[in-house]
């Protein structure tokens, strides 16, 4: 009689990582109890850009859309929600969600465009277009312009009753886009859409003859993408108070620094936008007092990392010991084995 087996994705590692995680997770939504109003807004900038890193992971790791562009969604988004509260009374919070839902209505007809450009100059038109949505609202007076514009104060007030209270909301308001983000993902990957982001990533031609809708698959992550990227620009903005063409549609703030931290990271892992993230901002705290040579460091730390670990440092991490925090994979599990 043959041995009875299990099927599962779980490891021993997974589950002690999930069970610490929550524990994690208590301590960092107690946060405004335990730290400073600058720890605050460190912690709420680093959350926003493991959403924006995780989400271009998505886009370049697994459905092969390599984006030099995302700032065009991370600046409409802030435009959207400043147009939606200055002009139309829409809670700034709420204007959050409106930004999600815009910035998806914005990439469906975009998409079919850009998906008749493919490797680099897919790369080269998301960026044209960025700067296509930079240039538009420099024209638009009632924003600004070219100058930008800051939130009224009547606004900032009405989100909550002091400056406290405020800083509460927005970090919880971040750790939970930041929070949320990672697991949809996470969620999508364990889905049949996971698998065949998988199978298009591996080959776009043997998946078609399996049947996938490779554009449609790909029309989906998009405007998916597009989508949350919006929601967390406008939270970005929104801890401003302030926004203008140049800082929103910044290539270097938005998708070089996002870049960065996903090559250093490791791509095409969920585990490795959040290491990349840690890694950033430690060298940033550290170093940002040196102006120029920051930025020098920073490239020959991602020359270094590409060279001696292609696949990341959590990728290398992985492959070495095998270690995964998000298992995707089913594995076949002996009874004797546990």
């Known amino acids: 009689m043959a041995p009875h087996v299990k099927i599962e994705r779980g490891t021993r590692t997974s589950r002690i990582a999930g069970r610490l995680a929550l524990v994690l997770l208590a301590a960092l939504a107690a946060a405004p109890w335990w730290t400073g109003r600058a720890n605050l807004r460190l912690l709420g900038e680093f959350y926003t850009f493991v959403a924006l890193a995780s989400l271009w992971n998505l886009l370049a790791g697994y459905a092969g859309l390599v984006s030099v562009g995302q700032q065009a969604f991370v600046g409409f988004g802030g435009y959207v929600l400043f147009a939606a509260a200055m002009f139309y009374g829409v809670p700034p919070l709420l204007a ?10 914005i990439a469906l007809p975009m998409a079919p465009l850009l998906f008749r450009l493919h490797g680099a100059y897919f790369a080269i038109g998301t960026w044209v277009a960025a700067e296509v949505f930079r ?9 600004g312009g070219g100058s930008g514009t800051s939130l009224p104060a ?6 909550a009753a002091t400056r406290d209270q405020r800083d509460m909301l927005l970090y919880w308001c971040a750790l939970a886009l930041g929070l949320g983000t990672v697991a949809m993902i996470y969620a999508l990957l364990r889905s049949r859409a996971g698998l065949a982001l998988a199978a298009i990533r591996d080959s776009e031609i043997a998946s078609e003859s399996l049947g996938i809708d490779i554009f449609r698959t790909k029309l989906a ?23 203008s063409p140049d800082a929103a549609f910044s290539v270097n703030d938005w998708t070089a620094y996002v870049i960065f931290i996903v090559v250093i990271g490791g791509i095409g892992t969920i585990e490795g936008p959040i290491v990349g993230a840690i890694v950033f901002f430690l060298l940033r705290e550290t170093l940002a007092d040196l ?7 920073l490239g020959m730390v991602a020359i270094a990392v590409m060279l001696k670990a292609p696949r990341g440092l959590w990728g290398s991490f992985s492959h070495r010991t095998g270690i995964v925090l998000f298992p995707l994979r089913r594995r076949v599990v002996h009874p004797d084995a546990r």
Do not use: E, N
């Open 96 to 105: 959050i969600v409106l930004a999600g839902v815009v910035g998806a209505l």
């Open 135 to 143: 240039l538009s609202f420099a024209q638009v007076s009632v924003l």
């Open 154 to 159: 009547r606004l900032v007030t009405g989100i």
């Open 221 to 243: 992550i998009y405007v998916a993408t597009a989508a949350v990227t919006s929601m967390v620009g406008a939270l970005i903005f929104l801890q401003k108070l302030r926004i």
């Open 291 to 297: 102006g120029t040579i920051y930025l020098v460091i």
